[in-house]
């Protein structure tokens, strides 16, 4: 039995590399690559790297289903008329409609270029595009679905950090699809699956600071040394990863805030107005600590912060 073997310091650039070829395991490539007469290394030419992309892609076999079950010629060609303008405005389509407007937000020729290639790939190769509501709260609002999602990909093109066409999913779920694109453009170490809210409440400026976030954690940064509203401390950091999956990030930072105050696990502090962002966050952080004091609080939900009633004058006794 022959055995392979690979100096550490390239096990982690060369196994993500042969998983982008369709290969299950890092030892399947490098057996391919001494069959094809073709070397084992971590710093390759563009040109090596074009020449192992096309022979992969007509000698192996795709190593799961094709997931872009929704591709059509029809679906590709709108994406080709909506980048080159030839969409006219009376055509009411709601696909045709959404690109028209992903590309006129897209002002940057390049970021356009980027949108374009992310577009073609995605219809490609995943189950992204038709219109569906994302995740997110599991609601219909505006920036929630792919396509937006997408856009806002796109707006950070300048920190992929893969090309999108080496990107290969063999999982069904669009969620999972997005989960995986995300992470293949903006990530270098393991990322919150909640992250990915960040990415589909539209084109704010809330969702701009956040997917900033994505971005500090997927280089391998503490969140701690983000820009963030609110302070956390060690412990905080420490829980914040463990956030329910299909929260938005504001609610999964109040939560880690919570939980590291000592307030438990509970859900309690999210039935509040502050499980969104508050503008005096330091006075808010007295307000989380005499919460998490109170036993109750960790059973129970919180009751509804109001501002104080203004008091009415008494009647006189008759």
């Known amino acids: 039995m022959t055995t392979v073997s690979v100096r550490p310091a390239l096990d982690d650039a060369l196994r993500h590399y042969a998983a982008t070829l369709g290969f299950p395991s890092l030892s399947s490539y490098i057996i391919w690559c001494r069959k094809n007469g073709l070397t084992v290394q971590r710093n390759k030419t563009e040109s090596q790297l074009a020449i192992e992309r096309q022979l992969a892609a007509d000698t192996l076999r795709p190593i799961a289903p094709h997931p872009g079950r929704s591709h059509t010629l029809g679906r590709a060609r709108l994406i080709d008329r909506a980048f080159h303008g030839e969409i006219p405005p009376d055509e009411m389509y709601p696909l045709s409609q959404k690109l028209v407007a992903l590309f006129a937000a897209a002002e940057d020729p390049k970021r356009r270029q980027a949108l374009y290639r992310l577009l073609k790939h995605v219809e490609r190769r995943a189950d992204l595009l038709g219109l569906k509501t994302g995740f997110l709260n599991r609601t219909r609002e505006e920036g929630n679905n792919y396509e937006d999602a997408l856009g806002q990909l ?50 704010l400026p809330t969702a701009h600071r956040e997917q900033e976030w994505f971005k500090h954690i997927g280089i391998g ?98």
């Open 221 to 318: 940064q503490n969140i701690r040394k983000a820009d963030l509203p609110l302070r956390l401390t060690k412990r905080m950091a420490h829980l914040f990863p463990s956030a329910h999956r299909q929260w938005p990030v504001s609610r999964a930072l109040r939560w880690a805030q919570f939980a590291g105050m000592g307030g438990g696990t509970s859900w309690a502090v999210l039935s509040t107005r502050l499980k969104d962002y508050q503008q005096d966050e330091p006075f808010w952080e007295t307000v989380m600590l005499f919460f998490a004091n109170q036993p109750i609080c960790r059973l129970y939900p919180l009751p509804e912060i109001r501002a104080p009633a203004i008091a009415r004058p008494q009647r006189p006794p008759h």
């Open 154 to 203: 796109a707006r950070h093109y300048g920190d992929w950090l893969r090309p999108v066409e080496e990107w290969r999913t063999d999982r069904l779920s669009p969620r999972a699809q997005l989960r995986s694109l995300t992470r293949h453009l903006l990530a270098r170490y393991e990322v919150p699956p909640f992250m990915d809210t960040a990415f589909l409440q539209g084109d």
